[in-house]
Each structure stands twice: as structure tokens, then as C-alpha cells.
């Protein structure tokens, strides 16, 4: 038992420093897929917080969300976009707008942002500073991807990320919101993400691509 | 103390050929072939070196010199690397400099000589080598000083002595970007995938095997154990900066049988994990070697930079 | 009951219409779930002002709801009425059929009533979303290429700004924990007022959330900068839709800001939440008007025409007075009526001439009497001539602007205003005048004529005399935000 305590107070310092790695490397991918793994890894990462924190605080409600989140957001969503990605038959480039040092280095300056603008916040709410931060950096990498990535795919994944950085950021501040909401906020995003696939294949029949920069039809 | 020191230093260079047979024999095991049998690097030497010199009618003196003393300073790193024990067989403040730039000289007395031999391949395998070395000596020398910063102490000795002491868990930011960096430079300063193929013969994607085609017997024999003891030491320092727990900090027997044995898994653990990564990337183009040097530029940078605002 | 019912309603009706194929009787069947709710909103705004506020678990409907729910019943009545004949126009593919239209429609009115019910800050976002979400699909409906890209822009833009909403709903409830209320009810809108000043103790956490909700449902209510997806998705809606989009949906983004204003004005005063409404609103109001003089697209110059209105009512609501207050509240129900007129008839126009492109229409007022005649009330009456109802609520919010000795913001609104003008009147005359380059008779149909008539009346009788009734309501609306 005692292990297992320690083991999760572990978990929680440990997991920044992976999540900061998961997301140098996805700064650094070439390939969608590779993109979709470390997504994988980043929201199983995040699983395992919430069943740390559900055996610390004795919360049988974190164990619901922690569940929900390895059904959805490890395994559902992931499967949904390997799908999706193997019946459009489109190339497995991510299309990127930088080079993948330019994008590394971006991300690198991301995660040294949100370590100063968690500073003064981490005092006052007296939780841990590493963990805020990561979830700040994932929140601002999530952003970063969907505008440097030029495929719709890859906007998908850039949103999915940043939906994983603010669950991160509730989580490590409140433990979490009330059961309800959180079952309807993923409930919204598994729905989103699914809208997405579908006019992913309307633009894909429509336009014969999936470069995003291209759509500009629209102007003005 | 001092024999265990210098037993393990011994093992080190002895070890080396043995390195290369077993990462070539997984990475066979890999692609579904039988592969070769791992004793083969030695019977490779023993071959060489039982083989005459064979040199080129424009070369100088240098020619024969250069594997001969690249291979001297390469031991001479080999020096300060611990294996089983927290310290090498020398140790002093910033020796970690000092191995960077016994290697880098190696590296430039190979390349001498490779001009030396007056071929066509030789310079171009030699102008390929100065870019990727010059991309990372950067990101080596950053990553290693953020190490040492966190570690507050400037030698290897006692980096490992201070790791040794921190958990497992609370492994700092600053330690996963320098490892980052550092395997991304190990993968390029030891000519693996995707850098450079060790097993390659076609000139368009040769770094090192264009360096060494003009040479032949003994010299040849110096070169390809040098280049395996670079593997080695650089196998060894990660291991040793990163995950040095277990090794021994006295001299009793039983403490260095265990340590040796942790790191005999260790060392199995990173070999075949470098074998998969050989496995399972293509070769960069040459013009994305810089682009994969930059980005272990910018995880050191971040590593630096982080020793400032972590203040841990 | 009465709560539950207009909420439940529209997703039966949803339901219901899906296994008729043929166009009239999934039509009938949309019509009568539709008046059948329109009565139910009513009834719920009627039962408000009766009895007070009704509260069931984590729905709650007070005076502003009220307001709001009324609009929403309108803004329904006359796209229905518009969308009766309107659909023989949308050519019929897989998922572009009527039963799908009125299917898609009512989950979208549901996900809006739901909102405007919501008492807890999260259910209110999962809505948000939820609306989002339904009215994609709709917005992509032609299956054109612009009409997907328009989708997959809104979809892809109202998500990550619904997203940053979460992240300031999540720093609320951490505002809310942290000051002492019970984590079951943090979240609970009612309970956040009435802590008011203990919320002042966490007052970095309570900013830092309303500048993300600000962000977040701003993209939504189409400030500027956010706003980009909003002049394509309203343009290249099916026109019932755009209705829809601009005269309920940015009033139900507006709703949820106006909630937390409430929300951050008790806890640490007027100051910063104001300023940043202020700030969006001048920033919408430039920005939109500068805009609209360059488009050459009928529903584009109307969106952004949108914008423009919702940059008025931030403004409203920025300069604090209760007169400001007042010519919001009142300028979201103007908005709608006229927003709905103008997209209604930019729909005839699109089916008589083919295109929506200016300088492609000409000559209305010799080809197309009816519905010219249409296009000149709404487009007077979204420039902000008297006698139309929209002059009324945006010189109230100027007298509340100038009452506060408030001068560039005045000064700003005017600007707005009249460049605003300047490019409709523009684009109007060369509408009107001029001869028509289409020799086919113009259909327009007797329930589209009810649906622009019906619009009309409102916007031209509120110019000159507000019935008690709605006195009434923006009176209760004003007291929930400033109890």
C-alpha cells in the first residue's frame, strides 16, 4: 500500500517532465501518425495523473473520469482518427509550415512562457509549479500546432491537444470539476471530433485535398 | 580502488568490438535475418591486423599516423568514463571538457587523414564529417554544462556521485531535455541511423565509411576500433549520467559484482533500443542532418535555460 | 414542467420528423412541433413574470432568460414561416433533404434553449458547444465549396474559442472553491452572485477567467479580432439559417457573456469587465464598418452588418448605466427582427438572380416589388434611420455613452454608424435602381411574404411605441444583472 502511495505522489512530479517531452516531439514529428501516438501517450500521461490523484484523495469520482478518459481519449478518439486517416488515402505528411527544428524551437520557447506566466499563479494557488506549467505549455503547443499544421487532420489533433491541456490545468488546480460536467465535456468533444471527421471527408470530396491553407476562397 | 578502475577502464576498450557485433546482430534479428555471429568485429581485427598497410602513392607520414593516434586519444577519453564504478580511471574539475575535445581531436586527426589519402571520396566523406561535428559540438557541450550546473560540480566523478543521490521520479526538466539532446548527438557524433549508415558502401549517403576507404590492414584495424570505442564510451557516459543508479561507490567486491551486473542490463537495454531506432528510421538526406542537429540545439538551449529559471 | 417541457420538445419534434421523406409532410409535422413550441416559450416567459423565477436542478429562468427566450420564439416563428417554401430552392442530396433541415434545426433550438436555461456555469458550456456543434452541419448544407469550407472554418474557430471559454469557466469554479463556496455549487450562477464580494478576495483568478470567457464566447458573439469565421458561415448558410445564425445565435453568446459580467461586477466591480467589453465592442464596431465597404457579397455586407450590432450591444452593456443597459437589452431584440428581414430577402434575391454578388443585382425595384420593398425597410432600419426600432436602442446607448461624459466612445459609435450607413445606403441604391438583368418573374411565395411582414411590423411599431409587456421584461431583465 505503501508503494502505491508513493508511486502516485510520483507520478504527479514525473509526469510534467514527460508531457514536456511529448510535446518537443510532437513539435518535431513529420508524420501524422506519429503525431496521433504521442497523443496517445500524452492523454494516457494525463489517465494516470487522474487515477494518482483519485487513490490520494480517496475520490471514487476520479476513478469514473480516469476511465472515461483511457475509453476515450486513449483509445475511442485514437482509433476514430487512425480510421479516418488510412479511408481518406491521403498522404501521410503533416504538411508543416515550419521546419521541424524552426517548430522545435518554438515549442521549446512555449514551454519557457508558460514556466514565467505560471509563477506568480502557482504561489497563490499552492499547487505544484511543474505540473501547471505543462499543462499551460500543452495548452499553448495545441495552439501552436493548429496554426503551423496545414492539414486538416492536423487541426483536429491541435484542438484534441488543447482540450487535453485544459482538463490538465482543472485537474491540477480543482481536482477536477463536478462528475456531470465533466462526462458532458467529453461527451461535446467526442461529438466535435466526429463533426470534424465528417467535413474532413466533405472536403476531401469537395476539394480533392486536405491542405487547410488552401481553402481560401473565402476572403475578405 | 585502482584496480577496479583500471579493470574497467581495460573492459572498455576491450568490449567495443563486441558492442558493434551485438547491435548488428539485433538489428539482423530485427529485419528477420540470421545475421552475423557477434565475435565477428574480432575476427574482423585479427584479420586487419594480420594484413599489411597498403598506402597510397601521394600520401604523407599522416596517412599512417592518424588511425594510430586518433586511436590513442580515443583511450585517452576512454579515461575519464565510469562503467562500474562512480569515477573513471581519471577524474578531475571539467574533465567532462576535456573527454569532448580529446574525442573532437580524433575526429580531426581521422579527418587529416582522410584528406591525406588524396581521393575524391575521402574529401567528400571528410567535408560531410566537419559539418555534422561542427552542428554538434554545440548541443554536446551545452547539454553537458547543464548537467554539471544542476549537478553543481564540474566532474564526471562526482555528476554521477550527485545523480546517484536523486530519485528516480523527481527527475528534473533539465535531465529530459539534456538526454534528449545527447542521444540525438550520440546518434550523430557515432555515425548511426538516421546520420549516417554504418553498413553502407554507396557514396551518396557514406560519411564515415568515405573517410576510411582508402585505408586498409592495421590502420583500417585502428580506425574501425577506435570508432567502436566511441560507441562504447558514448553508450557508457549516458548511461552513466542518466540512470547511473547502481553503481558502486566502494571497492567491495560484492558492490561491483552488482554494479556490473546492473549495468550489463543497462547497457542491453540501450543497445536494443538503439537497434530499433536503427531499425525503424530512414536514412536523413544530407540536408536534414542540420535540421536534426538544430533541434538537439534547441532541447540544450532549453536545458540551459531552464537551469536559470528552475533554480532547483 | 413548464421548464422542462420547451426544452424536451424540440428534440422530439427533431425525431419525429426524420422518417418523412416527402418534403410537405415533414414540413407539416416541423410546422406544428414548431408554433406548438414557440407557444410553450411564451408560455415559460408569461409564467416568469407571474411567479418569478423557476428553478429545477440545474435549470434555472429568470427575467433575462425571459427577454432572451422571447427573441429566441420570434426569431423561430419567422423562419419557420420563411423556410416553409424556402427549401423547394436547396437541391436534395443525401443529407441536404428537408426532413435533415428541420431535423438539425430543432437539435439547434434545443441546444439554445438548454443554454438560456442553464444555471450551471459548465452545462451552460457544454451547450455552447452544443450549439456550435449542430449548426455546423448546417451551415455546410449546400455541400458547395464554400459551403464546406464555411463549416469547417466555424467549426474549427468556435472550438478552440469554446475551448478557451472552459479554460475561464474552470478558473472560475477554482475563483469559486478557493473563496470558501462548496465545490457542488460553485458552478452555480445564482450562488456566484450572491458570494459576490468574497469572490473579490480571489479578484486575479475572477479576471483571469472573464478575459478567457471574453475570448472564448467573444468568438462566438463574433467580436473583433475572433470573428473571422462569421461573414463566411452566415453567408454561405441557406438563408433561414443565417437568420438563425445572426439573430439567435449571437444573442445566445451574448447571453452567456452578460451572465458572467453579472457574475465578475459583483465580485470586483464594474471596472475591468466593462473595459474589456468596451474595448471588443469599439474594436467590433470599427472594425465591421471599415469591412463592410469592401464587400461585394449581399450576406457577407449583412454579417458583418452582425458584427457591427453586436460590438453595439458590448457597448451598451460597457458604459454601465442602466440606460446603456437598457438600449442593449432592447438592441438584441431590435437586431433580430431587422437581421432576420435582410437575410430573408437576401435568400429571394439569391433564387431570383442566381448570385449574391452587388454589382450583379440590379434593377429590384422594377423586377422584384415585394420583396425590394422588404430589402429597403431592413436595410433603413439596420443603418439606424428613424423610424425603425434599432434608432431607438442605439440612442439610448449613445445618451447612456454621453451621460457618462464618455466621449470617444461616442465618438467611436457615431464613426461606426455612419460609415456603416454610408455602405449600405451604397450598396442599396445600386440594388434598387438601374434595370433588371433577369426577364423571369419573381416567385416569391405567400409565406415568405409573412415571414418578412411579420418582421417588418415589429421593427417599424418598436420604432414608435414599446408595449408595456416588453417595458416589463427588459425591466426584469435589468434587475437580475444589477440586483
Not at chain 2, 585517452?76 to 581519471?90: M, T
Not at chain 2, 542491453?268 to 536514412?283: C, D, M, P, Q, T
Amino acid at each position: 500500500m505503501g508503494i502505491i502511495n508513493i508511486a502516485a505522489g510520483r507520478v504527479i512530479s514525473s509526469s510534467a517532465v514527460l508531457i514536456f517531452l511529448t510535446l518537443l516531439l510532437l513539435a518535431a514529428s513529420k508524420r501524422v501518425s506519429t503525431c496521433i501516438n504521442l497523443f496517445v501517450i500524452q492523454s494516457a500521461i494525463i489517465a494516470a495523473q487522474v487515477f494518482a490523484i483519485g487513490y490520494l484523495h480517496r475520490a471514487t469520482e476520479a476513478y469514473i473520469v480516469g476511465s472515461l478518459v483511457v475509453l476515450i481519449k486513449v483509445i475511442a478518439i485514437p482509433y476514430a482518427l487512425y480510421s479516418l486517416t488510412r479511408r481518406l488515402r491521403t498522404s501521410r505528411d503533416v504538411k508543416a509550415s515550419l521546419s521541424p527544428a524552426r517548430s522545435v524551437f518554438i515549442a521549446a520557447a512555449l514551454i519557457f512562457v508558460s514556466f514565467s506566466a505560471v509563477q506568480s499563479y502557482a504561489k497563490d494557488l499552492h499547487v505544484a509549479r511543474d505540473p501547471l506549467a505543462a499543462a499551460v505549455a500543452i495548452i499553448l503547443t495545441g495552439c501552436f500546432l493548429m496554426v503551423s499544421r496545414n492539414k486538416a487532420l492536423m487541426q483536429i489533433l491541435g484542438l484534441l491537444i488543447l482540450e487535453n491541456g485544459i482538463f490538465m490545468a482543472a485537474l491540477i488546480t480543482t481536482f477536477g470539476m463536478p462528475l456531470v460536467i465533466e462526462i458532458g465535456v467529453v461527451f461535446d468533444l467526442v461529438m466535435g471530433v466526429l463533426l470534424m471527421g465528417v467535413f474532413t471527408f466533405r472536403i476531401r470530396d469537395t476539394f480533392d485535398h486536405l491542405d487547410v491553407s488552401k481553402l481560401r476562397k473565402l476572403r475578405g | 580502488m585502482p584496480v577496479v578502475k583500471v579493470a574497467q577502464f581495460v573492459l572498455l576498450i576491450l568490449s567495443a568490438p563486441l558492442v558493434r557485433g551485438i547491435t548488428a546482430r539485433l538489428k539482423a534479428l530485427l529485419q528477420r535475418r540470421r545475421g552475423a555471429s557477434i565475435w565477428r568485429p574480432y575476427a574482423d581485427l585479427l584479420k586487419l591486423f594480420r594484413k599489411e598497410d597498403i598506402v597510397p602513392p601521394s600520401a604523407s607520414w599522416l596517412f599512417r599516423a592518424s588511425p594510430r593516434l586518433g586511436f590513442a586519444f580515443t583511450v585517452a577519453a576512454v579515461a575519464f568514463v565510469p562503467l562500474v564504478f562512480s569515477g573513471g580511471l581519471l577524474s578531475f574539475t571539467g574533465d567532462f571538457i576535456v573527454l569532448v575535445y580529446l574525442l573532437a581531436f580524433a575526429r580531426f586527426l581521422l579527418l587529416l587523414g582522410a584528406l591525406d589519402g588524396g581521393s575524391s571520396f575521402g574529401g567528400m566523406g571528410a567535408s560531410r564529417e566537419v559539418m555534422i561535428s561542427v552542428l554538434s559540438e554545440a548541443p554536446l557541450l551545452i547539454s553537458l554544462t547543464a548537467i554539471a550546473v544542476t549537478a553543481k560540480s564540474a566532474s564526471l566523478a562526482s555528476i554521477v556521485a550527485w545523480t546517484q543521490m536523486q530519485s528516480f521520479f523527481d527527475m528534473s526538466a533539465i535531465h529530459m531535455l539534456a538526454f534528449a539532446a545527447l542521444t540525438l548527438v550520440v546518434i550523430a557524433e557515432t555515425g548511426r541511423m538516421p546520420v549516417d549508415n554504418p553498413a553502407t558502401h554507396l557514396e551518396l549517403t557514406m560519411v564515415h565509411e568515405a573517410m576510411v576507404l582508402e585505408y586498409s590492414g592495421p590502420s583500417l584495424a585502428f580506425i574501425e576500433w577506435a570508432h567502436a570505442l566511441k560507441l562504447n564510451l558514448m553508450v557508457a557516459l549516458l548511461i552513466a549520467l542518466f540512470v547511473p543508479w547502481g553503481i558502486a561507490g566502494g571497492a567491495g567486491a560484492g558492490a561491483v559484482i552488482i554494479s556490473a551486473a546492473v549495468y550489463v542490463i543497462k547497457f542491453f537495454v540501450a543497445i536494443a533500443a538503439l537497434a530499433v531506432l536503427e531499425s525503424s528510421v530512414a536514412k536523413l538526406r544530407m540536408y536534414a542532418v542540420p535540421e536534426f542537429l538544430g533541434i538537439a540545439f534547441a532541447l540544450s538551449v532549453l536545458a540551459i535555460v531552464f537551469t536559470v529559471i528552475l533554480k532547483r | 414542467m413548464v421548464l422542462l417541457l420547451p426544452l424536451v420538445l424540440p428534440v422530439f419534434v427533431a425525431l419525429a420528423v426524420m422518417p418523412f421523406k416527402d418534403g410537405i409532410r415533414a414540413t407539416a409535422v416541423a410546422l406544428a412541433g414548431g408554433f406548438l413550441e414557440i407557444a410553450l416559450l411564451i408560455n415559460l416567459a408569461r409564467h416568469i413574470h407571474t411567479q418569478g423565477a423557476i428553478a429545477f436542478g440545474y435549470l434555472r429562468a429568470d427575467g433575462l432568460t425571459s427577454l432572451f427566450l422571447v427573441g429566441l420564439a420570434f426569431v423561430l416563428l419567422v423562419t419557420l414561416l420563411y423556410s416553409i417554401n424556402y427549401l423547394r430552392h436547396v437541391p436534395v442530396y443525401r443529407f441536404s433533404s428537408p426532413r435533415w433541415f428541420y431535423c438539425l434545426l430543432f437539435l439547434f433550438v434545443f441546444a439554445m434553449v438548454a443554454a438560456y436555461l442553464a444555471e450551471n456555469l459548465g452545462l451552460l458550456w457544454i451547450m455552447m458547444e452544443a450549439t456550435t456543434l449542430a449548426s455546423a452541419l448546417l451551415v455546410g448544407f449546400y455541400n458547395t465549396e464554400g459551403a464546406v469550407e464555411a463549416g469547417w472554418k466555424y467549426l474549427v474557430v468556435c472550438t478552440v474559442g469554446i475551448a478557451f471559454a472552459l479554460f475561464g469557466t474552470i478558473a472560475l469554479y477554482l475563483a469559486a472553491v478557493r473563496s470558501g463556496i462548496d465545490s457542488s455549487s460553485a458552478l452555480n450562477w445564482t450562488a456566484l452572485m450572491s458570494a459576490g464580494s468574497g469572490l473579490g478576495r480571489v479578484s486575479s483568478l475572477v479576471k483571469l477567467s472573464f478575459v478567457f470567457v471574453a475570448v472564448g464566447y467573444g468568438t462566438k458573439v463574433g467580436f473583433v479580432p475572433m470573428h473571422s469565421w462569421l461573414p463566411d458561415a452566415h453567408a454561405e448558410a441557406p438563408s433561414p439559417i443565417s437568420a438563425m445564425l445572426s439573430a439567435a445565435l449571437l444573442n445566445c453568446a451574448m447571453y452567456a457573456l452578460l451572465r458572467y459580467d453579472a457574475i465578475s461586477v459583483r465580485a470586483i466591480g464594474p471596472g475591468f469587465s466593462h473595459t474589456m467589453l468596451l474595448i471588443f465592442g469599439g474594436l467590433s464596431l470599427v472594425g465591421a464598418s471599415l469591412l463592410m465597404i469592401v464587400q461585394r457579397d449581399l450576406k457577407r455586407l449583412f454579417a458583418y452588418s452582425s458584427v457591427e450590432h453586436m460590438g453595439m450591444v458590448a457597448t451598451g452593456i460597457g458604459v454601465g448605466v442602466p440606460l446603456g443597459i437598457y438600449g442593449a437589452l432592447l438592441h438584441t431584440l431590435n437586431h433580430s427582427a431587422a437581421k432576420s428581414l435582410l437575410f430573408f430577402a437576401a435568400g429571394n434575391v439569391r433564387e431570383h438572380f442566381g448570385t449574391l454578388k452587388l454589382d450583379r443585382i440590379t434593377g429590384m425595384a422594377r423586377g422584384m416589388r415585394w420583396t425590394s420593398a422588404f430589402l429597403l425597410i431592413g436595410m433603413l432600419a439596420i443603418a439606424g434611420l428613424p423610424p425603425f426600432s434599432l434608432f431607438v436602442s442605439e440612442f439610448a446607448i449613445l445618451n447612456a455613452a454621453f451621460s457618462q461624459e464618455r466621449h470617444l466612445i461616442v465618438t467611436v459609435v457615431l464613426l461606426a454608424l455612419v460609415i456603416g450607413f454610408g455602405a449600405l445606403i451604397f450598396q442599396l441604391q445600386g440594388m434598387m435602381s438601374g434595370s433588371s438583368q433577369v426577364s423571369k418573374k419573381p416567385s416569391t411565395t405567400v409565406s415568405e411574404i409573412a415571414a418578412m411582414s411579420l418582421c417588418s411590423c415589429v421593427v417599424i411599431t418598436l420604432g414608435m411605441y414599446l408595449p408595456p409587456v416588453l417595458i416589463n421584461i427588459i425591466h426584469s431583465a435589468m434587475a437580475v444583472l444589477n440586483p
